[in-house]
């Protein structure tokens, strides 16, 4: 017991893994209160769920402010990447580098529509909002790419395995987010705007496990998640 809470404290003290609990919560919470929401016949379990989507609602907001503060962080992670000279796959280098600047261009893009909701700046957050999540989609898809595309670089079998197990978790973790971007695009694109609050809840908070569990897994065994250093959501 005492293991456990010293680890969760371990983990909330970090920004990242503050940033993972936070996610994880807010889509519970969404999860939980889009299910209990649909129980019309209940009305105390009905309330419930109307406060849990609202605290999601809240914990989202959190986490956009927060990520006001990614820019430079992301910035160096791509200035150390550069054209990824180090990688002697050209087409994996090629999805890194797209990967990197869909990445870099979000935070703008997103900050610029919080800002225009908060009435800080005059412009209309639509269009905003709808390109950071353009953005977002892009990232996951190449990420998805680069996790399918990457082979097994380690002779040792137990590496390889461990290798295959993070890249497997990546591509499951950025398709269940996909599946939320594609939700939040204008109506008429593929199922975009038909998921209710439940299931954009279950995909978010599938892909929130799975980010828990590749932080426990790197701060072990350092697994490269091909999308690790993407934690945004709309």
Same mark, same amino acid.
């Given at each position: 017991m005492q293991e456990s809470v010293e680890s969760l404290v371990s983990?909330?003290?970090?920004?990242?893994?503050?940033?993972?609990?936070?996610?994880?919560?807010?889509?519970? %919470? =969404? *999860?939980?209160?889009? &299910? #209990?929401?649909?129980? +019309?016949?209940?009305?105390?379990? %009905? =309330? *419930?769920?109307?406060? &849990? #989507?609202?605290?999601? +609602?809240?914990?989202?907001?959190?986490?956009?402010?927060l990520r006001l503060f990614d820019d430079l962080s992301m910035l160096a992670y791509s200035h150390s990447y550069g054209f990824g000279a180090s990688e002697e796959d050209t087409g994996l280098r090629w999805i890194s580098v797209l990967n990197n600047i869909s990445d870099q261009l979000y935070y703008?893009?997103?900050?610029?529509?919080?800002?225009?909701?908060?009435?800080?700046?005059k412009a209309k957050s639509d269009k905003w909002w709808l390109l950071s999540t353009v953005l977002w989609g892009t990232s996951l898809l190449l990420g998805i790419l680069r996790s399918g595309a990457s082979g097994g670089g380690s002779p040792r079998r137990s590496e390889l395995c461990r290798q295959m197990r993070g890249e497997l978790l990546s591509i499951l973790s950025s398709m269940a987010d996909l599946s939320n971007a594609i939700?939040?695009?204008?109506?008429?694109?593929?199922?975009?705007?038909?998921?209710?609050n439940w299931l954009v809840g279950l995909m978010g908070t599938i892909s929130s496990l799975i980010?828990?569990?590749?932080?426990?897994?790197?701060?072990?065994?350092?697994?490269?998640?091909?999308?690790?250093?993407?934690?945004?959501?709309?």
């Open positions: 983990l909330l003290e970090s920004y990242r893994g503050r940033d993972k609990v936070i996610r994880t919560v807010c889509y519970g %919470s =969404q *999860l939980v209160g889009g &299910l #209990l929401s649909r129980q +019309a016949d209940t009305k105390s379990s %009905s =309330q *419930l769920g109307k406060r &849990l #989507l609202l605290l999601s +609602a809240q914990l989202s907001h959190c986490r956009t402010v703008p893009c997103e900050h610029i529509a919080w800002a225009a909701d908060a009435e800080l700046i939700h939040w695009m204008p109506p008429g694109f593929l199922w975009a705007g038909r998921f209710p980010g828990l569990i590749q932080m426990n897994s790197s701060s072990s065994d350092q697994l490269d998640g091909s999308s690790s250093h993407t934690y945004s959501d709309s």
